[in-house]
């Protein structure tokens, strides 16, 4: 879909003879955009940097849409574009419509995307929901940048863990406490009701929270599946034999040390059912697999790269996006997390008390490589101190502009000077191409509310200071509520939070 900030930097960088990147001055005074390209060609070229600025400038002057070049400083490129480029590039955004930013992929690739995998023992936490709101929302901004997206769930449903799970619930059906290192909690209670497997019925209750929390798996997977694919997978892998074990010569592709594959026992380890895993679903036809890990996961990234380069494949087909911890806190304390004890803040929960809405935001709302510390009682606020909520309401504000609108439509024709509020909003709109872009480079969907916060910053501005229906540039006043309302729906839409029409 067409750019034009993107467009505007093509042909300035043209005439620099380099990569250009165009930014917002943080002082309007500064121009609308700038660049520092003359500084970083002064070394190269020998010349002072104010020297080649002067150059470009001449020749951006001469760019259709620029009103003003201006040089400053030691050589910063100051650029005002005119009113006319604002309102066309505006008709550009409506007429992408819900598209407007996508498309962003050079190379679009066939990518799978493995999450929350919490195995079957209890109900889904707080904890692994951020694990599926980051996942999804890297998910989700990798297809708008026009990849081919898969998501998966891949649990264990055998082995010790598994055991005791199941012998925890035969005991409470049986009216007995669970065994000491078993599983404790109230759900226990519910699935010793139900006849049959409880793997079968924790996994329908996990599959049940996360379509309800907005994340669509569509593949499950097995471990037990991979761990018989193993001795397939063994002959493609760089293996030695010690011990009467059989290991992977991973510290020859990688990582730290050698891994064991399979035991002396003969029983396959949990990396061994990974190579299995990695094995099959590059087989696959995928051009990358994304791994999203908690923070307790750091020793796996180097061990499955190693694996994939041992089966022909660079290593940055596997990407391991690792994510911190969760802390909710209320009245200033914190509640803990444990599976285990029962003592845990489940999914179903958090979701009943502040809504799927603002549990995705809040998710996603800080880097994954950071702790996120939620509020409980601020994020289950109706107001607009609430950052999602004031988002969704710039969005349900310009539905109800538009419906009342009647027949007029939106325009993209000027009838006089654009106002300062009108074209600092137009500006920010059209950052979004580059900001939905560099989110999916880097893994990073924080940035999309952190953005979408600033599109209805400078909405409510605009709106407070100008009238839309009925003035005098009623047509592009309509057309600028469009855009907002198109941009910051997909903004929400990324993050699996609802973009209401109404509030």
């Not at 620099?16 to 003359?38: C, I, N």
């Not at 400053?72 to 419509?97: K, M």
């Not at 504000?397 to 439509?409: E, F, P």
């Amino acid at each position: 879909m067409a750019d034009p900030v993107a467009g505007l930097t093509s042909a300035v960088a043209e005439l620099a003879g380099a990569p250009v990147a165009l930014e917002r001055p943080a002082e309007a005074a500064h121009g609308d955009y700038a660049t520092t390209v003359a500084l970083q060609l002064a070394g190269e070229r020998r010349r002072p940097p104010r020297e080649i600025a002067d150059e470009i400038a001449r020749g951006v002057r001469g760019l259709p849409g620029v009103a003003a070049v201006d040089v400053a400083g030691p050589g910063f490129l100051n650029v005002t574009v005119d009113d006319a480029w604002l309102a066309a590039a505006l008709g550009t955004v409506i007429e992408g419509g819900a598209d407007f930013g996508g498309g962003s992929a050079a190379v679009p690739e066939r990518i799978q995307v493995e999450m929350v995998s919490a195995n079957p023992t209890g109900p889904i936490t707080v904890a692994s929901a951020r694990n599926g709101a980051y996942g999804d929302s890297v998910a989700r901004l990798l297809a708008f940048a026009g990849h081919a997206v898969e998501r998966e769930y891949y649990y264990n449903d055998a082995g010790a863990q598994m055991d005791r799970f199941r012998a925890s619930v035969a005991a409470v059906a049986r009216g007995e406490e669970p065994p000491e290192d078993g599983y404790h909690g109230a759900y226990l209670s519910d699935l010793a009701a139900l006849p049959g497997d409880p793997v079968a019925h924790m996994l329908e209750r996990i599959e049940a929270t996360l379509e309800r929390f907005r994340i669509h798996f569509d593949t499950w997977e097995r471990q037990s599946e991979f761990e018989r694919e193993i001795d397939e997978a063994l002959p493609l892998l760089d293996t030695y034999e010690a011990d009467g074990a059989v290991w992977a010569r991973t510290s020859a592709h990688g990582d730290d040390k050698d891994r064991v594959l399979v035991r002396s026992s003969g029983e396959p380890t949990y990396f061994g059912a990974d190579a299995a895993y990695i094995r099959r679903k590059l087989a696959a036809g995928f051009d990358r697999l994304v791994y999203v890990l908690g923070a307790d996961h750091h020793g796996y990234v180097a061990r499955l790269q190693a694996l994939a380069e041992m089966l022909g494949r660079e290593r940055d087909a596997v990407e391991v996006l690792i994510y911190q911890l969760v802390h909710l806190t209320r009245g200033g304390e914190a509640t803990k997390m444990s599976k285990r004890r029962g003592d845990v803040v489940l999914l179903d929960d958090f979701v009943d008390e502040i809504g799927v809405d603002a549990a995705r935001w809040y998710l996603v709302s800080r880097g994954h490589d950071q702790a996120i510390e939620i509020d409980v009682d601020l994020a289950a606020e109706k107001t607009q101190k609430n950052p999602v909520y004031y988002v969704q309401y710039a969005h349900a504000r310009v539905a109800g502009i538009l419906r009342n609108a009647g027949s007029a439509r939106p325009g993209t024709t000027l009838r006089g000077p654009l106002a300062v509020e009108e074209r600092e909003l137009m500006k920010r709109v059209l950052e979004f191409p580059a900001v939905a872009a560099t989110a999916a480079q880097r893994r990073a969907p924080h940035g999309i509310p952190t953005y979408a916060i600033r599109v209805a910053d400078d909405f409510h501005r605009f709106y407070h200071q100008h009238k839309v229906l009925g003035s005098e540039q009623e047509g592009l006043r309509l057309a600028l509520c469009t855009a907002t309302q198109s941009v910051v729906g997909r903004c929400l839409d990324l993050v699996g939070v609802d973009a209401p029409e109404r509030m």
